[in-house]
């Protein structure tokens, strides 16, 4: 079947380095996608990954094992700005589908 | 920059009434979706269009239709709303990837529907 798995809840302090894994089950998959959700907002995209390493984008950087199902997401610096919810996402290859996980809800404090 | 814009912001049914909810996006993306999104269960799909006039059921279609009669607008139907589609829902639109590379989406701002 087709599974996501990420963790519901996590709290980081400003300044910090925190990192947001996710673990995926797909037939057939063409690439992981990482979004950041305020509250009462629209997802908007933050990365992609579709070969194995770690792509870098400022303070942000995601990282893919095809071989392992497994993803990350790492933040640096965090800013209470990023407190926010951050869904990861597989592109189900043969299919216009993508498969989202219930998304990690990251908290930032002072 | 892609837009993606959606007809209401917030909604308030009754139950029994038809619900209409517009999507419109301005690339000229052949994929557009609609999710609904629940506390704890996350984004899930209940229609998605590939191309003017067709259409696939994704996950959760029960209770709901869809309508596509040009490229940019895609729209969701509730037939009869019942208190249990109160949800937010979200449009999305796409290009079309390959086998083995895939576009992200853009989603529009959301609907918080309510049905009383």
């Known amino acids: 079947g087709q599974n996501i798995d990420q963790p519901t809840e996590m709290t980081a302090t400003e300044g910090a380095i925190v990192q947001i894994n996710c673990t995926y089950q797909?037939?057939?998959?063409?690439?992981l996608f990482w979004y950041q959700q305020h509250a009462g907002e629209a997802p908007t995209f933050l990365s992609y990954?579709?070969?194995?390493g770690l792509e870098e984008k400022g303070r942000f950087s995601s990282f893919l094992s095809r071989s392992k199902g497994y993803s990350y997401l790492l933040l640096k610096e965090l800013q209470m700005k990023d407190s926010a919810s951050y869904l990861c996402?597989?592109?189900?290859?043969?299919?216009?589908?993508?498969?989202f996980g219930t998304g990690t809800r990251l908290k930032v404090l002072a | 920059d892609v837009k993606v814009t959606q007809s209401s912001r917030y909604l308030v049914k009754r139950t029994g009434e038809k619900v209409f909810l517009e999507c419109v996006q301005d690339m000229d993306h052949e994929n557009m979706f609609w999710y609904r999104q629940d506390p704890g269960l996350g984004l899930r799909l209940i229609y998605f269009?590939?191309?003017?006039?067709?259409?696939e059921k994704g996950d959760i279609p029960e209770g709901y239709s869809v309508s596509r009669e040009k490229k940019e607008r895609f729209s969701l139907i509730l037939e009869s709303a019942s208190t249990n589609q109160t949800s937010m829902y979200l449009c999305?639109?796409?290009?079309?990837?390959?086998?083995?590379?895939?576009?992200?989406?853009?989603f529009g701002p959301g609907t918080r529907l309510t049905v009383t």
């Open positions: 999305a639109s796409s290009l079309t990837g390959t086998s083995s590379f895939a576009y992200e989406q853009y």
């Open positions: 990954n579709v070969l194995d």
């Open positions: 797909t037939s057939g998959f063409n690439g």
């Open positions: 996402a597989a592109g189900l290859s043969g299919t216009y589908k993508y498969i």
């Open positions: 269009s590939y191309d003017v006039k067709m259409k």
